[in-house]
């Protein structure tokens, strides 16, 4: 086995921040940080593994305060580590697992999150003939403890394995005789503080010009700072920093006696299978393209470009045209500025910064002395030079006093996104790449090899980058209408008509780097709803002109009251599976599409329980293909909801009073379907087999009743 350096002077005291910067080096530098990493002798006690910590009659037992001392007392600073070693403490008890369990880890659980805000704000005004002036600002500065629960005392698995050469043949018996099938550490603690600042002042006037015409009118100064970690100890990927001299070789599979094993690219020295893809010591730069501020001192201490100063405009009016207080035209336009939020993952650092190296197939009683192997890990990157995220509010209504007691309003509404974030892996393996007889696997040339082998960036998986660049819009027309409460009868109506565009859906979203996303992913938003339609009502039902006492008592007091929705169902998409499962895309960061040979809509009565849609156009991708079907095809069920109330008051003597009630929900037990089988499942002949595709398959609440008695006195 080759021999191994460790990296634990990467958080150890080699370390010294002046002034948020490093005074002296990292030890070895991270270029020549080698993936062979030996297990850190100073947070792995000897264990003294007793068979009578294995109960079957009890989920756990504790043995915090039965274990072994650190490894020597000297070993935090032979090892350059800052992490205390594993006590006896009973605020550091590890939980045995019973013997059904294989493995458990002993997770950083003593330092909670914390959040503290210190705001300072302050506005003034001023009233001047026709104009109100206002100004005024705030700053506050955000402080964050977070900690991430990661395996940092490490992780046994004691499950069991036919490649390994120990293995007893169960997982109990395996845990009994401390054979393990890996042992996985993380090098690192994970507690962080961050912080951000941000300060946003404000000036504006509202000038009413005359009788008819009043204005609005100012602007909106911010500096709005990025999340800064504690000691700039945070990384992330950038293709401007990567050197392909320097790039990494992995593990490779190879046939040796026999068998399927993994084979060293440079020492020809033989691993467990196990080890097939992971970094190959001594071979390159691990952190090859990794960037941290605490050494890269030009980079941006929060990863990304930071504007000074933001500027927002807002613009509003109020118009009268004949003075007469029945009729106002209104409108608005304003630009909100956004900060871009804790972009590079919170309290989780990465590689360089944190590694987890893993042990195969060893005892307890030789793991110190044993090889560890680190695998290439998935990377959150973060684009320095995105624009800033914003919003632009729009509308424009016309409001009328009809007379009854009732107004009507209608009115344009928009809301427009500019560089929203959206997330693409810039490590995504190209579309046919698994079908290249060169990436066929040596050991078996029916199967490609491993994603690993087959990134661009060798040493990676997936580097997820988040940019700003998606955008979205909101186009509606809103109708409204309300009459306050007279002679008995109150009602109110509001109808929009919309509809809502974008990328995605939510920030963070993934957006594939093999497509071009206006044509993948721009679409119809999943939140967009086509017709929304609110009514509301209250009535007081009128008793009739009855002298009668009890003719009173029964027909007087009545009250019937409700509100009614109906909404248009939400966008849809039509996915699919295969009977006997094949490769499409010959890329695993994409999935194909369905193929659609038609329009998939049906009328509202050719619609029935069982075909919701049409069903007929749909057909598997060909091999080679990504499918031809939109982001969404369809619409989900709508909503058809009646939900009433009927009150009965009854005047006892003063001052108390009887209420009975009784409300419906879902008041005509009308079934509000909720969701439909949009996966269709082709066999190896093409053909549609899955028989619930297009059915309706959940259904909302039935009816509910409520009745309840209330006296008022």
């Known amino acids: 086995m080759p021999t191994a350096t460790t990296i634990g002077t990467i958080n150890g005291p080699n370390v010294r921040l002046k002034n ?7 030890g070895p530098s991270i270029a020549s940080m080698n993936n062979g990493y030996s297990v850190p002798r100073n947070t792995v ?14 989920d756990s037992r504790e043995i915090g305060a039965n274990r072994p001392p650190p490894f020597k007392a000297g070993a935090r600073t032979a090892y350059s580590t800052n992490d205390p070693p594993i006590a006896a403490s009973s605020r550091n008890r590890m939980k ?8 458990k880890a002993c997770t950083d659980v003593n330092t909670p999150d914390r959040t503290k805000n210190v705001p300072i704000s302050d506005n003034i005004t001023k009233i001047s003939g026709g104009h109100v002036f206002k100004a005024g600002f705030v700053a506050e500065r955000i402080f964050a403890t977070a900690n991430a629960a990661n395996p940092f005392n490490g992780s046994y698995s004691f499950a069991r394995d036919v490649n390994n050469p120990l293995d007893t043949g169960y997982a109990y018996s395996n845990a009994s005789f401390g054979v393990f099938s890996s042992y996985t550490e993380q090098l690192r603690r994970n507690t962080n503080t961050s912080w951000f600042t941000y300060v946003e002042a404000y000036a504006q006037d509202t000038w009413k010009v005359n009788r008819y015409l009043t204005l609005d ?24 920093f990567w050197d392909p001299s320097k790039a990494v070789k992995l593990v490779q599979s190879a046939i040796v006696g026999g068998r399927r094993v993994g084979l060293d690219p440079i020492t020809k020295a033989v691993y467990p299978a196990t080890a097939i893809g992971a970094i190959a010591p001594n071979s390159g730069d691990a952190a090859n393209g990794m960037v941290i ?36 035209v209104r409108g608005g ?43 290439p890990s998935t990377i959150s990157s973060v684009k320095r030079d995105s624009g800033s995220p914003y919003a632009m509010n729009a509308s424009l209504s016309v409001q009328r006093n009809i007379g009854f007691g009732t107004v009507v309003d209608v009115a ?3 809301t427009f996104g500019r560089h929203l974030e959206w997330v693409r892996d810039l490590n995504a393996i190209p579309i046919g790449t698994n079908f290249n007889p060169k990436n066929a696997d040596p050991t078996n040339a029916s199967v490609p090899l491993p994603a690993a082998f087959l990134r661009p960036y060798p040493g990676y998986n997936n580097i997820n980058q988040a940019d700003w660049a998606a955008n979205s819009s909101y186009h509606s027309m809103q109708v409204m209408a309300n009459r306050r409460f007279a002679k008995g009868l109150q009602f109110g109506g509001a109808w929009t008509w919309s509809k809502a565009m974008g990328y995605v859906d939510t920030d963070g979203s993934a957006v594939s780097a093999l497509v071009d996303p206006k044509v993948w992913n721009y679409s119809t938003a999943g939140y967009d709803r086509t017709h929304v339609l609110k009514l509301n009502y209250l009535w007081e039902v009128p008793g009739g002109p009855w002298k009668n006492a009890v003719a009173k008592h029964v027909l007087y007091g009545w009250q019937l009251s409700g509100i009614t929705s109906f909404v ?74 009646f939900d009433v109330s009927v009150i009965k008051s009854i005047a006892v003597r003063e001052p108390l009073k009887v209420q009975l009630r009784c409300e419906f929900y879902n008041a005509f037990n009308h079934t509000q379907f909720t969701a439909i089988d949009t996966t269709a499942r082709f066999d190896a002949q093409s053909r549609q087999v899955n028989a619930t595709f297009g059915q309706y398959t959940a259904a909302g609440t039935p009816r509910i009743m409520q009745i309840a008695i209330r006296a008022q006195f």
């Open 568 to 641: 248009t169902g939400a966008p849809l998409g039509v996915g699919y599976n295969l009977v006997v499962n094949r490769d499409i895309t010959g890329t695993p960061d994409l999935g194909a599409r369905v193929n659609v040979l038609g329009n998939p809509n049906l009328s509202s009565g050719q619609k029935t329980f069982s075909k919701t849609f049409n069903t007929d156009v749909f057909a598997p991708p060909v091999v080679g293909s990504i499918g031809n079907s939109a982001k969404y095809l369809i619409r989900g069920p709508g909503v058809n909801n």
């Open 293 to 328: 501020p605490a050494i890269n001192t030009s980079y941006p201490a929060s990863l990304i470009d930071t504007p000074a100063l933001l500027v927002a405009p807002r613009f509003g009016f109020a118009y009268d045209p004949w003075g007469d207080g029945k009729t106002a």
């Open 217 to 240: 009118y100012g602007l909106r100064f911010s500096h709005l700072g990025n999340e800064v970690l504690r000691g700039n100890m945070v990384s992330t990927f950038n293709a401007a």
């Open 20 to 26: 948020g910067k490093p005074t002296e080096s990292f």
């Open 96 to 103: 045995v697992p019973r013997a059904g369990s294989v493995a």
């Open 45 to 58: 006690a000897q264990p003294q593994v007793s068979s009578k910590l294995f109960k079957t009659n009890d």
């Open 412 to 414: 344009y509404v928009g």
């Open 333 to 375: 336009v304003g630009l909100f500025n956004q900060r871009k939020d804790n972009a590079w993952g919170g309290p989780n650092p990465q590689v360089p910064i944190i590694t987890t190296p893993t042990v195969y197939y060893g005892t307890l009683s030789t793991l110190l002395s044993s090889t560890g192997f680190t695998f």
